[in-house]
């Protein structure tokens, strides 16, 4: 059982962010604040304190228990329309190239044009699709047709909610036990 200081070189206690509703800000990547931005937002009362560590910080005047879980108070609306960006394509697509089917990590995926721009094609989510390398070379500037080569699934714009599904496939490296009740993979925490 710790004393209930931090240990000494010991800064890793993040807090889980639920909105207000009490659901994560986002789930990929999971919604998570630092504990001294945490304990920010507690003294600026910004925020409401679901779940704490067995550690505390202390000031010259007081003492607080770092928080694991909090809920803002104020609920903030998800986006609508999720940003095109590479990441939010790979996310869409589960990590998986859309022409072998094999699931990579990010720094081995790229994206690739059905419509190459050398063609006119646009970089839309209409147009593209993640791709690994080897693929994305075999297809080159060909259209689908040219080379047999098609999607899994058609390209298309994902819902916020679409992304936050998806994420939600894909746990982080680390989770709390104390975050337990408020997060839904289906994968057992590890203690």
Request: aromatic letters at 14%; glycine letters at 4%; a neutral charge.
């Amino acid at each position: 059982m710790p004393d209930g200081s931090i240990p000494a070189g010991e800064k890793h206690f993040p807090a889980l962010v639920l909105n207000a509703d009490f659901r994560p800000l986002s789930y990929f990547p999971l919604s998570v604040w630092c504990w001294q931005d945490a304990v920010k937002a507690v003294f600026l009362d910004r925020v409401a304190v679901l779940s704490e560590y067995d550690y505390e910080v202390h000031s010259p005047s007081q003492t607080i228990r770092l928080p694991s879980v909090i809920a803002l108070k104020e609920y903030i609306p998800a986006a609508r329309r999720p940003a095109f960006t590479r990441f939010n394509v790979f996310l869409r697509d589960r990590f998986e190239c859309q022409y072998c089917a094999e699931p990579h990590a990010t720094q081995d995926l790229t994206f690739d044009h059905l419509i190459p721009r050398s063609r006119g094609g646009r970089t839309t989510w209409d147009n593209v699709v993640t791709a690994c390398g080897p693929c994305n070379l075999r297809k080159g500037n060909r259209l689908p047709q040219e080379c047999k080569m098609f999607p899994r699934r058609p390209p298309r714009q994902p819902t916020t909610w679409e992304l936050q599904e998806n994420g939600r496939s894909f746990p982080p490296n680390y989770l709390h036990e104390s975050w337990r009740d408020y997060l839904y993979w289906d994968t057992e925490l590890e203690s």
